[in-house]
């Protein structure tokens, strides 16, 4: 399949494609880090992530038209506050959630996946009630448009940079945040011994609200960056929940760098797949062998064998 | 020491190693139960006697070393397999199926139908019934069959396990802290019923309360780091220095 | 306290008693009351049951939670559905092709000859038999890779559901061979037997109520085995059943399976009773919406699967005939509701507050009913 190409054309493919990887890694990484921190460190599988992601594009959306009714002057820099209102929209949303439905479950996983599942139908249909069944795009500030040329053959989109240094930074954060902050060391204390983490004076209904919700805030910047390459619907979040779950599983849980490691492999075997196969075969693919493997080590990559 | 190479054991650790990332929970550890022996395994909290007890009931997988019952590599076994060989083990805290009566709870332990399709067929005839109130009077529930294992008190939950594992009559039968969280009365009622099942099977026990171990051991095996630092009557285990260093030393 | 007789036989009075009920209304009661439209309409219903049915045994006793119940029920009707697509493309239904004598999806997708793994479902005894067999042999192999390795809980949950995801994807990607996101449509004959004539669908309802009760009556056979008591045994503490002597992969294995089994043999009446299959009943979506019913009617409920099903879906008709806007929030409250306030659903409401009530005026079957919940899952 490779003999119709010339040697600099493959070059210049892999790269592009390699390229459009990038994008969509930047992507799953930040969805996946929000659900790392929830579904890792907490245990609790949340179906309703996608939703608090496209809560965060809806807020951008807002922002996005509420700075060029009333503050043209200032649109170019709209996303930033746009971002900072996704995180802490989708974040209070998730405190709610907490109050209201998780801190119940904490011992009942299954019973938190279908709850959460509920809350996904509600939230969406919230969606479209106020937003509408259409999909909707925001207007990208003049910077961010166009693309950097680095060869003749090969040029990189602005948006997808952007998403990109945006994955880094909020990778970067939230690392920081659980493996260098006494707040992380208690959310890991939690996870590892809750009796005992409350017996040493960790407020820990406290801590799981807050870690809920800068999962949840994670995943709304998500939604937020998400604008900027994609449009969004009522159904977008549910579109990825699969995916994003099946990146956290498969970088094994509880492993930051096991989430972005596995985020980096799959979305690199999809998109090179993609310009070879039609994109539904390379999904398929690239999801069983995401099974496969996980069937052979349902640990996922990154794991450690602990006493029981 | 004694000389090992002449008995007949009925089961045989030898050299055995278990690593966790890096740390040795059982570091080289060799002992050997003689039939009909009551073996008690004694040390402080994290010397690795439970992790002992899941080696040989193949809960824990070993790194290294061997494990022999009556001639069988247990190592190469499955949990089940291990448990047909002969091999009865009770949990530190009691397991019992808190939604099933006494009665199932007994049942699903009775020695027979272990498929599926044997599972699907199973008939409750007259030698299973007859088999289940023997062991419920031996634990003294028998008032207690018709009810469901959650309504049972902690202590009635600690028979009730020590008789499912009865009703399968294993030829070693290994028990994690038995009387535990037993009252006064509870665990003399215990040391009689352990003194009485132990009489024609080899078991090892762990188990803290000196004045219980006093009572029922044949031999003590001391732990420490995951190796043996004592193995002898109760009277020499007790003056040993280095398990006094142990025990008082820190 | 004195010992009280420990009685497992295959059905209570109790439960004949319900069954009957049961029979009474989906034999009587519906055909009696609805016109052809509307029993049409609940025999789709019924053909969810079979699923539900087969998550109590799996959800509700053994703790196994299935979020991909759809692609065995889609297996099942898409077997169904090509021996009934075969029959529809005889080469004089299609002379207009430029290739008569297969599919018309196929003939659009440019393709020329019918796939080898069509041919075999020309063949109706064939077609009877993939619908079980195919579904099961992939349950199976899901099962053993799966059980064998020890996933289970939520990690079991999502790898089913990404399964779900895969193959939905596959079935609209390949849409040369599956008719795509249209499915599999315009099925019009069983071996000559016009199935879309409103006497063929009260038929097919009947048939379906029929199958319905033998499902039911090997899910009432296995719960009240021995094996039905493993798998509760199983689902609370699994190292005691393993370290009893058993299995425990096995029974899962098993399980699991025979709830696909179930599930297949719904998707195969639907085709039948619906006259299509699609991949929209296949997905992420169809496969958690199966959990809900029988969640509703009272996961450890064998019959409570059914009227769970039956409820959940004449909501969901009625809801989105008249407020469709309604529906999602309805149906999102309900996974809510059923975890939080009512986790033994319809069935835990029946026993805890209305039978009591009854008891009450007819004494006589008290001894049954306290016999008979004494497995319940406490709610916690």
Known sequence: MFADYSTSDLIAIFAMQGFAGLILFSVFVLMALGLAIIFGQMGVINMAHGEFMILGAYVTYLMSNLFSAYMPALFSMYFFVAMAVAFVAAGALGMLVEWALIRHLYKRPLDTLLATWGLSLILQQTYRTVFGAREVGVSIPDWMMGSLPITDLIEVPINGIFVMVLAISISVGVYVMMYRSGWGKQVRAINNNRQMADAVGINTAWTDRMTFAIGCGVAGVAGSAFTMIGSTGPTSGQLYIVDTFLVVVFGGAGSLLGTIASAFSISQAQSIMEFFLSGSMAKVLTLLTVVGILMLRPQGLFSLKLRK | ?250 | MHPMPIKHSFMTRRDLVGYAILAAIIFIVFPALLEPFRLNLFGKYLTYAFVAIGLVLCWGVGGILSLGQGVFFGLGGYCMAMFLKLEASSPENTAIQSTPGIPDFMDWNQITALPWWWEPFNSLAFTLVAVIVVPVVFSFIIGVAMFRRRVGGVYFAIITQAIAAILTILIIGQQGFTGGVNGITDLRTLNGWDIRTDEAKTLLYFVNGGLLFVVLLIAQFVRKSKLGRLLIAMRDQEDRVRFSGYDVANFKIFIFCLGGAFAAIGGAMFTLQVGFMSPSFVGIVPSIEMVIYAAVGGRLSILGAVYGTLLVNYAKTSFSESFPELWLFGLGALFIAVVMAFPNGLAGLWSEHVEPRLMRLWPGAANDTAASTAEKTPAE
């Open chain 2, 1 to 250: 020491m004694l000389d090992y190479n002449n008995k007949n054991f009925v089961l045989m650790v030898e050299d055995l190693t278990v690593s966790f990332d890096g740390f040795k929970a059982v570091n080289d550890l060799s002992f050997y139960v003689e039939p009909n022996e009551c073996r008690v395994i004694i040390g402080p909290n994290g010397a690795g006697k439970t992790t002992v007890l899941d080696l040989i009931c193949g809960r824990t997988r070993a790194t290294s070393g061997s494990i022999t019952f009556k001639g069988q590599n247990l190592l190469k076994m499955r949990e089940d397999q291990i448990v047909h060989a002969g091999v009865g083990r009770k949990f530190q805290t009691p397991s019992v199926y808190e939604d099933l009566s006494v009665f199932a709870n007994l049942e699903i332990s009775y020695p027979k139908g272990h498929g599926v399709f044997g599972a699907l067929f199973f008939r409750r005839d007259a030698a299973v019934r007859e088999r289940i109130t023997e062991i419920a009077e031996m634990v003294f529930l028998t008032e207690h069959l018709g009810q469901k294992a959650a309504f049972l008190s902690h202590g009635q939950k600690q028979w009730l396990e020590i008789g499912m594992l009865l009703i399968q009559d294993p030829e070693l039968l290994m028990l994690d802290e038995p009387v535990a969280g037993m009252s006064v009365a509870e665990r003399r009622k215990t040391a009689d019923l352990l003194n009485r099942i132990i009489a024609d099977r080899s078991v090892i026990v762990i188990e803290h309360d000196m004045g219980f171990v006093a009572d029922i051991a044949t031999r003590v095996t001391v732990l420490h780091q995951g190796q043996v630092l004592s193995e002898g009557s109760m009277e020499h285990v007790q003056n040993d220095p280095k398990v006094v260093e142990v025990y008082l030393g820190h």
